[in-house]
């Protein structure tokens, strides 16, 4: 397998294998010319539609964004991220359709290793140095409210309807129509008339 596949199959990987490299590079250029224009500049559809494979019609994103490769991200109709909006998709990002993201929102899913001996860095054949991580999938639902400050960490579905209050740490799935705050996130209470 490639060190691509290995990532998008949630193995260790090494993240400076030349194709990931290429692939980051040319994410960051894109997120850096797009958050380099201003707000109405029709040119910011065009970067989107390099940046990521799937984007649904009426996808908003304010700006600045930061994307680890952007083609690893999904992203549904009418969602709307604010500003500093940071998605490390080394494994599959999901998001729903009319999801809003407030601002300073980060979807992590890279992991590193827990046992030191798999995380230090490591030489490579050629003297370079290295490390491994691994990666997970994260999914947020249709019709959700991520709300400012959150940190959705790898792993993690987020059901369908749900609101995530301001500052959490979502570390664990949480299922549909339900109101979570904190850190780690948990669940506060249903959201009725659903």
Known sequence: MTEKEKMLACELYDPSDAELVRLRQTAHTLCRQYNNLDETDDERESILDKLFVKREPGVYLQGPIFFDYGVNTRIGENTYANFNFTVLDCAPVTIGKNVFIGPNVSIYTPLHPLRWQERNMFK???????????????????????????????????????????????????????????????????????
């Open 124 to 194: 490579k054949p050629d003297g370079t140095l290295a490390n491994n991580e691994y990666a997970k999938p994260i999914t947020i639902g249709d019709n959700c409210w991520i709300a400012g400050n959150v940190t959705i960490c790898a792993g993690v579905t987020i059901g369908g309807g749900c609101v995530i209050g301001a500052g959490s740490v979502v570390t664990r799935d949480i299922p549909p129509n339900v109101v979570a705050v904190g850190n780690p996130c948990r669940v506060l209470k249903p959201i009725d008339n659903v």
